[in-house]
């Protein structure tokens, strides 16, 4: 037996790992006074974060049982766990854990204290066999205080006679404290001195040990049932010492769980009223899937900085990651927040969306653009550049002005902003150097269509805010790429084509340009995620729902054959029908996922279905005049929420793998819940409703579908160097500096020079009246800089080619 207070042996403990991202409920207080947020899964509170919702501070934190003598039973092992909302759309939950040998039943409360940082767990344990007396019960909790398991120091201690078990950490600290006494108390390294290892060894806590140091470290405590009579309340305080999280601690204990639970539901009932109420629309409610998914986005909302939505509560495939392999989804991505300020603008929660459009007002990078991920004080956590992230922020400004949720002032506020992300667009689009799953560079119909869609809202806004020159430059580029959609991702000649008697397809991403290459070698696209035998397929065989995009975006009608003959191909080799109803791959070779026999994903592995693309499919089927098509993709959605009413990243699409937590039609290890699924579903609710798409951008449909404009020209510039076009157009070089550009279309035989003029946006532009030259000239130019005094050296030229 260790004596009361001496270190703990064992340092440092066994590597530090997180835990599974199938969550069951997550929540947090509305209050500012209680930075607070956790998640539960498997019957316990399995993360907590804290001060800010990208620190995770708590691995978890579960109860243990045993007889004293041969019986032992870990909560969120040996049990079978159900959870219910306390009251519709707010997120303080009721757990019931039962013994899978039938021998207890633990029914828990949780919520967050609003008047301060303490996580409340208020606690029945019942004895099913009604002999209390005969069973122990134990508290273990498992510090990662500041998102790391290494490094935590544990302690016994006490706050003004309280009795605690505390943890600290790089100025964060958690204390425990419990209404009714602790029999005993000790604190080890995990794998080694710590209390699972010492009630498993002897069913009782047979070790005493005082601290444990500079390690992946653990707290344990028992659980005076004799005098709680097996009703007690366990208050987890957190704060920057232990002496303040033992006060918050104890200050909740004080107050007791009713009046915090009161505080609670109260302020999320007020939040929950103001909200449309779309979930009565049409005398047909929908699910509690409507109230959850709203408290799932403003849950996800950082407190101290307003509008910063992460992605999840959830760090995917957290049991097999540790702290130099976080993985988390705990930090904000550009667009997963623009998906769901545009869920709250669905819900007509209009300060919710501009504080997001706070957000990304702050953290736009000098040059215009956002990163790829950030965490909440701006700092980059992958610095990839998707420009489908540069283009949705200035789209959800125009759906909030649409929406009014912006007025003339606010318009104004955030043009800068805007302007500055049109501005990188049109440097350095169309091409991506990243999709929007964050993988491949090149023409992706996504990503295109966002851009184009976001020029033409940036047009509209730049004419508000009195920049016409501006505003038609933007028109006119967006109408270059839009004309060019085809060209750059529209196969009409492929053995796809054939096998499935198709006209043709848009492909998934395409990296080349075929009016940029003259002789082109098979164009390969790289494949993440994948071993390397399997790390690339030709341009020809990758297809993906992103399609949709086109019309999503207003670029395409939904009859448009090409669109059809898309998803004829889509719907072969990425469409799997489940018992809920039909979901979506992301893409054909996708390896984000589980292998095959279920471990998780370690760098390769295969993608799993995606609800979300069942919500993204819906919407199209809306958008064609098929309303209850959407309405029966909207009850798959609501199918493949877990029984919490939460919705995964990722669905398992094999057979079922108990030891793996794996079912057919359930989460996989990816993340549960994701926000931007839960916005998606929030969008599809608010179209169904309105009876078309809720977030279709008025301004391509009503340029390219109605009117039918098409571009008089094609753009050359040093990223994007054309190297063939149509005749009957004008050619327009595009360059970062003035240039003085000095052209003929007979060998230099004739000469002329033009020069260039600036569009604000750091571009200069040179038009050359080419659209009178017949098929088979070749239009050669070269530059003279004037601001450097030099001339560029080279010749560079563009043939034209029979129009048709």
Same mark, same amino acid.
């Given at each position: 037996?260790?004596?009361?207070?001496?270190?703990?042996?064992?340092w &440092?403990?066994?590597?530090?790992?997180?835990?599974?991202?199938?969550?069951?409920?997550?929540?947090?207080?509305?209050?500012?006074?209680?930075?607070?947020?956790?998640?539960?899964?498997h019957?316990?509170?399995?993360?907590?974060?804290?001060?800010?919702?990208?620190?995770?501070?708590?691995?978890?934190?579960?109860?243990?049982?045993?007889?004293?003598?041969?019986?032992?039973?870990? $909560?969120?092992?040996?049990?079978?766990?159900?959870?219910?909302?306390?009251?519709p759309?707010?997120?303080?939950?009721?757990?019931?854990?039962?013994?899978k040998?039938?021998?207890?039943?633990?029914?828990?409360?949780?919520?967050?204290?609003?008047?301060?940082?303490?996580?409340?767990?208020?606690?029945?344990?019942?004895?099913?066999?009604?002999?209390?007396?005969?069973?122990?019960?134990?508290?273990?909790?498992?510090?990662?205080l500041?998102n790391?398991?290494?490094?935590?120091?544990?302690?016994?201690?006490?706050?003004?006679?309280?009795?605690?078990?505390?943890?600290?950490?790089?100025? !964060?600290?958690?204390?425990?404290?419990?209404?009714?006494?602790?029999?005993?108390?000790?604190?080890?390294?995990?794998?080694?001195?710590?209390?699972w290892?010492?009630?498993?060894?002897?069913?009782?806590?047979?070790?005493?040990?005082?601290?444990?140091?500079?390690?992946?470290?653990?707290?344990?405590? $028992?659980?005076?049932?004799?005098?709680?009579?097996?009703?007690?309340?366990?208050?987890?305080?957190?704060?920057?010492?232990?002496?303040?999280?033992?006060?918050?601690?104890?200050?909740?204990?004080?107050?007791?769980?009713?009046?915090?639970?009161?505080?609670?539901?109260?302020?999320?009932?007020?939040? +929950? +009223?103001?909200?449309?109420?779309?979930?009565?629309?049409?005398d047909?409610?929908?699910?509690?899937l409507?109230?959850?998914?709203?408290?799932?986005?403003?849950?996800?909302?950082?407190?101290h900085?307003?509008?910063?939505?992460?992605?999840?509560?959830?760090?995917?495939?957290?049991?097999?990651?540790?702290?130099?392999d976080?993985?988390?989804?705990?930090?904000?991505?550009?667009?997963?927040?623009?998906?769901?300020?545009?869920?709250?603008?669905?819900?007509?929660?209009?300060?919710?969306?501009?504080?997001?459009?706070?957000?990304?007002?702050?953290?736009?990078?000098?040059?215009?653009?956002?990163?790829?991920?950030?965490?909440?004080?701006?700092?980059?956590?992958?610095?990839?550049? +998707?420009?489908?992230?540069?283009?949705?922020?200035?789209?959800?400004?125009?759906?909030?002005?649409?929406?009014?949720?912006?007025?003339?002032?606010?318009?104004?506020?955030?043009?800068?902003?805007?302007?500055?992300?049109?501005?990188? /667009?049109?440097?350095?689009? &169309? =091409?991506? &150097?990243?999709?929007?799953?964050?993988?491949?560079?090149?023409?992706? &119909?996504?990503?295109?269509?966002?851009?184009?869609?976001?020029?033409?809202?940036?047009?509209?806004?730049?004419?508000?805010?009195?920049?016409?020159?501006?505003?038609?430059?933007?028109?006119?580029?967006?109408?270059?790429?839009?004309?060019?959609?085809e060209?750059?991702?529209?196969?009409?000649?492929?053995?796809?084509?054939? $096998?499935?008697?198709?006209?043709?397809?848009?492909?998934?991403?395409?990296?080349?340009?075929?009016?940029?290459?003259?002789?082109?070698?098979?164009? /390969?696209?790289?494949l993440?995620?994948?071993?390397?035998?399997?790390?690339?397929?030709? =341009?020809?065989?990758?297809?993906?729902?992103?399609?949709?995009?086109?019309?999503?975006?207003?670029?395409?009608?939904?009859?448009?054959?090409?669109?059809?003959?898309?998803?004829?191909?889509?719907?072969?080799?990425?469409?799997?029908?489940?018992?809920?109803?039909?979901?979506?791959?992301?893409?054909?070779?996708?390896?984000?996922?589980?292998?095959?026999?279920?471990?998780?994903?370690?760098?390769?592995?295969?993608?799993?279905?995606?609800?979300?693309l069942?919500g993204?499919?819906?919407?199209?089927?809306?958008?064609?005049g098929?309303?209850?098509?959407? !309405?029966?993709?909207r009850?798959?959605?609501?199918?493949?929420?877990?029984?919490?009413?939460?919705l995964?990243?990722?669905?398992?699409?094999?057979?079922?793998?108990?030891?793996?937590?794996?079912?057919?039609?359930?989460?996989?290890?990816?993340? +549960?819940?994701?926000?931007?699924?839960?916005?998606?579903?929030?969008?599809?609710?608010?179209?169904?409703?309105?009876?078309?798409?809720?977030?279709?951008?008025?301004?391509?449909?009503?340029?390219?579908?109605?009117?039918?404009?098409?571009?008089?020209?094609?753009?050359?510039?040093?990223?994007?160097?054309?190297?063939?076009?149509?005749?009957?157009l004008?050619?327009?070089?595009?360059?970062?500096?003035?240039?003085l550009?000095?052209?003929?279309?007979?060998?230099?035989?004739?000469?002329?020079?033009?020069?260039?003029?600036?569009?604000?946006?750091?571009?200069?532009?040179?038009?050359? $009246?080419?659209?009178?030259?017949?098929a088979?000239?070749?239009?050669?130019?070269?530059?003279?800089?004037?601001?450097?005094?030099?001339?560029?050296?080279?010749?560079?030229?563009?043939?034209?080619?029979?129009?048709g």
């Amino acid at each position: 037996m260790g004596e009361q207070g001496q270190a703990a042996p064992g340092w &440092p403990g066994v590597a530090a790992r997180w835990t599974s991202s199938a969550k069951s409920g997550v929540g947090t207080a509305l209050s500012g006074a209680s930075p607070l947020w956790f998640t539960v899964g498997h019957g316990i509170v399995n993360e907590v974060y804290y001060p800010r919702i990208d620190r995770a501070c708590l691995r978890d934190l579960g109860l243990l049982v045993t007889d004293g003598a041969q019986f032992r039973s870990e $909560e969120k092992r040996d049990t079978v766990a159900e959870l219910s909302w306390l009251a519709p759309g707010v997120p303080a939950f009721r757990v019931v854990t039962r013994c899978k040998q039938g021998r207890y039943l633990v029914e828990k409360e949780l919520l967050s204290d609003p008047r301060r940082p303490v996580l409340l767990q208020q606690i029945r344990f019942q004895a099913l066999d009604g002999a209390l007396q005969r069973y122990r019960l134990f508290v273990l909790l498992a510090p990662h205080l500041g998102n790391r398991g290494g490094g935590n120091n544990a302690r016994v201690g006490e706050y003004k006679g309280v009795e605690l078990l505390c943890a600290e950490r790089d100025g !964060s600290a958690l204390a425990l404290a419990c209404s009714v006494p602790w029999l005993a108390r000790s604190v080890g390294y995990v794998g080694s001195s710590d209390g699972w290892q010492d009630l498993m060894q002897h069913g009782s806590l047979f070790w005493y040990y005082g601290c444990a140091d500079n390690g992946n470290v653990a707290l344990c405590a $028992e659980v005076d049932l004799a005098a709680s009579q097996g009703s007690f309340l366990l208050a987890l305080g957190f704060g920057e010492g232990a002496a303040e999280a033992g006060q918050r601690a104890r200050a909740a204990l004080c107050q007791g769980f009713p009046a915090a639970r009161d505080e609670y539901l109260r302020r999320w009932s007020g939040w +929950q +009223q103001g909200l449309l109420p779309l979930d009565e629309v049409k005398d047909a409610p929908l699910p509690a899937l409507y109230r959850t998914s709203a408290a799932l986005l403003r849950s996800h909302e950082a407190g101290h900085f307003p509008g910063g939505i992460i992605a999840s509560l959830s760090i995917p495939w957290g049991e097999s990651r540790g702290d130099n392999d976080l993985g988390g989804y705990h930090l904000a991505w550009p667009r997963d927040l623009v998906q769901a300020a545009g869920g709250f603008l669905a819900l007509g929660a209009k300060e919710e969306a501009v504080r997001a459009l706070g957000f990304l007002e702050a953290t736009q990078e000098a040059d215009g653009h956002w990163v790829q991920n950030l965490w909440l004080d701006g700092t980059p956590g992958q610095s990839g550049i +998707q420009l489908d992230e540069t283009a949705l922020p200035v789209l959800l400004v125009d759906l909030a002005r649409r929406e009014g949720a912006l007025n003339a002032g606010s318009l104004e506020r955030f043009w800068p902003m805007v302007r500055k992300a049109v501005g990188y /667009l049109v440097r350095v689009g &169309p =091409v991506s &150097p990243q999709d929007r799953w964050e993988e491949d560079p090149g023409y992706s &119909p996504f990503t295109v269509a966002a851009q184009v869609a976001a020029l033409l809202a940036g047009a509209e806004l730049a004419e508000a805010c009195g920049e016409a020159g501006v505003a038609r430059y933007l028109r006119e580029t967006a109408d270059v790429w839009n004309d060019s959609l085809e060209r750059w991702m529209y196969l009409t000649d492929s053995d796809w084509c054939r $096998e499935y008697d198709l006209p043709g397809y848009y492909v998934r991403v395409a990296v080349r340009d075929p009016a940029v290459e003259s002789e082109r070698a098979p164009e /390969l696209v790289p494949l993440r995620n994948r071993p390397p035998a399997e790390a690339a397929l030709p =341009v020809a065989h990758l297809v993906s729902p992103d399609a949709l995009a086109l019309v999503r975006f207003g670029l395409r009608a939904p009859d448009d054959p090409r669109i059809a003959s898309t998803l004829r191909l889509v719907d072969a080799l990425l469409k799997l029908e489940m018992d809920q109803g039909p979901v979506w791959y992301r893409y054909n070779g996708d390896g984000y996922g589980e292998h095959e026999d279920g471990a998780p994903f370690d760098g390769t592995g295969r993608g799993r279905p995606w609800p979300l693309l069942t919500g993204e499919r819906a919407h199209y089927e809306l958008a064609a005049g098929r309303p209850d098509e959407a !309405s029966r993709l909207r009850r798959t959605l609501e199918a493949l929420a877990s029984p919490g009413g939460l919705l995964p990243e990722q669905v398992w699409d094999g057979q079922d793998l108990p030891g793996r937590d794996l079912h057919f039609g359930g989460p996989t290890g990816s993340a +549960q819940p994701l926000v931007w699924a839960h916005a998606e579903y929030l969008k599809l609710v608010r179209s169904l409703s309105d009876g078309r798409v809720f977030d279709l951008p008025p301004q391509p449909v009503k340029r390219y579908l109605k009117d039918r404009v098409r571009a008089p020209r094609r753009t050359w510039r040093f990223n994007h160097k054309l190297r063939s076009m149509k005749a009957g157009l004008d050619l327009r070089i595009e360059t970062l500096a003035p240039a003085l550009i000095y052209w003929s279309c007979d060998g230099w035989e004739t000469v002329s020079h033009a020069a260039s003029r600036a569009t604000g946006l750091g571009l200069e532009v040179t038009d050359l $009246e080419t659209a009178g030259l017949s098929a088979g000239k070749r239009v050669i130019f070269t530059f003279y800089w004037p601001d450097a005094g030099t001339w560029e050296g080279t010749d560079f030229l563009v043939r034209l080619e029979e129009a048709g």
